[in-house]
């Protein structure tokens, strides 16, 4: 049988079922072959030449298919349709050809399809081609790229940068645009602006706002009223004055919509509507591919199968009625630049099954798969009519002007089935229905409001932002995109809060060193024209170890450069580069990075070894001023350096609060050689950082707590905070406690209690007194009881428990009814009765 290998089980499973048992359709989990983790992975001195390693988990994968292979000489590789699975499909080529489980006579080939249905798999198994090798030198090339650049500039990070973990191509061009936004909403200077509205009424009593317009017969821009006295002056310019209708204008329009989805438009939907992250989208969306419901889901491409589309229209004529069907079906351009990902829309891959149909269990799925069939059927939907009204209002003088604005659907159209999220929708609570207003209607005036506003920073970037700007500037590809964003989470270079992005200092740090000193790899044209140079490659347009050459022999002479760096002069360097934003001028003019706490010292960025940056005093040790990494006044009381944050004596003992690698903790004392580890604890779950003082941080110290003697045995029973929570102890038994509070407050009598509960459902728990006593088994010997149990009372005899039947009473059973009980719960365990005790004792 022909042997078919696809990526993963589950895909193998759907297809297997379509082709049946004339083939053998295997999985290969991913890529088998990757570079080792090592230094000369990639050498550039010997052409580039690449060593590849099969991973430990992927040998026996490899093996499955190379015993396959011994029965049948024909290998099918059908791995995902884009470059990476071209790659997959290259790997296991070569690694089976290493292994001499591919012969002269076996026939090897490839085939593709966009859809994991049966129509497409049959389709393309008539249709098979060879690994086309430009898509995989594209791979190579971007691989070899991604290994350089790890390789080589990470341990330069290490070397001049504590606490840096590495860096990538692509990777640090994302961050810095993560970083770039951040300090422009720290630089940002709001500005106050004001705007008036009048609550109007028609002659028929119907209310409708309007919004100030012209004031003084001048046009009003957004900041023509810059405070509270030049609003209040427009109030009573309007109050003072008649209002009557000066023009109506009501105009048609139309809105068309959205395409269908390509990987980044998903993602940024699945933000917006579910708060998915890239990856979680991402990983949805192929377990729906997988399992045959829609297309391929890594892909640049928004056109759509001439079939699709003609079933699309076809549900939709079904489902809503010929007024929602244009006329003619909808073309959307394809705007993908790499003609080898243009693959087809990610689309349902039947369109007459919506999510209720299809009955998925799995809750992320069942989102995604409902919003990629809405926003399919609605890109072939017909447009939604509206119309648009605007009403001006003013004084006859022409001193004011206000205007109301409305809107009204007249026909949904696609609106009914679906819209794209954004801030500003179609059918918005602004946008209502405006009275019937003609020119020259008198309006009385109910109220006039002034309104402060004040203009707002750029947001911060979400998953679905960052990935919609990356798309613009040509950084990245379909396949990328979800790794990326996850990559710098996983650095610690970026943290995810309320769903935005924010950078961590480590992140800032690393931005600034390669802003500085590697600036023409972090920006966004060459990323981008790089892009580009893979894509020729992928067309078969360039050559893809010219491509390297070029990149290395730039790359490699910049890494050169920094070989004699010191650490001291990057730091003031990166000091120099965020002076604007660490150290802004002063409101009196005072040297920004003078030590307000010796007045001798100068402000200057640190790094502590936990990676963390900080500002510190140059006069240390003499003056142990810090603050947090960026602007003055960003909590300077609840700074922690590297010495910690002092929170009192005790004892004659200094108490700070800390950051370890393992969370913040507090200390008592100092290290020194007499006391090289001084006395520390953990903040529980649940306590604050900032909630720490000089009182708790003590109670954290005492612990253990000491209670008092256990009445039975005069042990000390303790309290304390261990590994799994609040706890009491006594001799080797712990017994858990609900609350942290409760390890200071507890008393002897609730920690007996506690502790005896814990050794009754614990291994060293006491023999169980029982409720009647039977004697011995009358046929093989041993006690048989009558016991309480969780489930009720029961029968036990030896390892064999047997529940008594409801409503039975314990001090009622005999003898006979425990043997026939015990007989009856044997048999159904699949074992005898057996006489082996009697017959051990006759023996």
Partial sequence: MPVVVVESPAKAKTINKYLGSDYTVLASYGHVRDLPPKDGSVDPEHDFDMTWEIGSDSKKHVK??????????????????????????????????????????????????NAITKNAVTEAMKNPRQVDAPLVEAYLARRALDYLVGFNLSPVLWRKLPGAKSAGRVQSVCLRLIVEREMEIEAFRPQEYWTVKALLTTPRGQEYEARLTVLGGEKLDKFSLKDSTSAEIAVQAI????????????????????????????????????????????????????????????????????????????????????????????????????????????????MTKDAGALRITDADQRKLYDLIWKRTIASQMEAARLERTTV?????????????????????????????????SVVDDDDKRLPQM??????????????????????????????????????????????????????????????????????????????????????????????????????????????????????SAAIAETSELRITDVLEKINEVLEPHLFPPTEDGSDPRLC????????????????????????????????????????????????GKVLGEDQGDVITLRKGRFGPYVQRGDATEEQPKPPRASLPKGWAVE???????????????????????????????????????????????????????????????????????????????????????????GAVNVMDGRYGPYVKWEKVNATLPKDTDPQEVTMDMAVQLIAEKAAKGGKKKTTRKKNKKKA
């Fill in 64 to 113: 499955a298919i190379a015993d396959a292979l011994k029965d049948d000489q024909k290998l099918i590789l059908a791995t995902d349709p884009d470059r990476e699975g071209e790659a997959i499909s290259w790997h296991l080529e070569e690694a089976l050809r290493k292994r001499r489980a591919i012969k002269k006579d076996t026939e090897v080939s490839r085939v593709v399809f």
């Fill in 239 to 350: 109050q003072s004055r008649d209002l009557t209708v000066l023009k109506v204008e009501a105009k048609p329009g139309t809105r068309n919509p959205s395409a269908p989805f390509m990987t980044s438009t998903l993602q940024q939907e699945a933000s917006r509507k579910f708060g998915f992250g890239a990856r979680q989208t991402m990983s949805a969306a192929q377990r729906l591919y997988e399992a045959g419901h829609i297309t391929y889901m890594r892909t640049d491409g928004i056109d759509m199968a001439p079939e699709a589309v003609m079933a699309a229209r076809d549900a939709i004529k079904d489902r809503y009625g010929e007024n929602y069907l244009p006329k003619s079906p909808r073309m959307y351009k394809n705007k993908a630049k790499n003609a080898q990902e243009a693959h087809e829309c990610i689309r349902p891959t039947d």
């Fill in 392 to 424: 001006d209002v003013g004084s006859k003088d022409g001193q004011v002007q206000l205007r109301a604005t409305g809107q009204v659907v007249l026909f949904d159209g696609f609106i009914r089935v679906y819209e794209e999220g954004r801030d500003d």
């Fill in 438 to 555: 003609s020119e020259g209607d008198t309006t009385e005036k109910k109220g006039v409001t002034p309104e402060q506003h004040f203009t707002q920073p750029p947001p911060r970037y979400t998953e679905a932002t960052l990935v919609k700007r990356m798309e613009e500037l040509g950084i990245g590809r379909p396949s990328t995109y979800a790794s990326i964003v996850s990559t710098i989470q996983d650095r610690g270079y970026v943290r995810k809060e309320s769903n935005r992005l924010i950078p961590e200092d480590k992140g800032r740090l690393v931005i600034a060193f390669l802003s500085n000193y590697f600036r023409r790899y972090v920006e966004y044209d060459f990323t981008a024209d790089l892009e580009e140079e893979l894509d020729d490659i992928s067309a078969g347009e360039r050559e893809w170890k010219e491509v390297l050459r070029r990149f290395w022999r730039d790359f």
């Fill in 596 to 643: 307000p706490n010796c007045g001798k010292g100068r402000l200057s960025m640190r790094t502590a070894r936990s990676g963390g940056a900080f500002i510190g005093c140059s006069n240390y040790p003499e003056c142990r001023f810090t603050r947090p990494f960026g602007p003055p006044g960003m909590e300077d009381g609840d700074a922690i350096g590297p010495d």
């Fill in 691 to 781: 909630d720490i003082d000089l009182e708790k941080a003590v109670m954290l110290l005492s612990l253990p707590r000491e209670i008092g003697p256990h009445p039975e045995d005069g042990e000390t029973v303790e309290a304390g905070i261990g590994r799994y929570g609040p706890y009491v102890k006594h001799n080797k038994t712990y017994a858990n406690l609900p609350e942290v509070d409760d390890v200071f407050t507890i008393g002897m009598n609730r920690a007996v209690e506690e502790l005896a509960k814990k050794a009754s459902r614990g291994r060293g728990r006491a023999t169980a007194t029982p409720l009647k006593e039977l004697g011995e088994h009358p046929e093989s010997g």
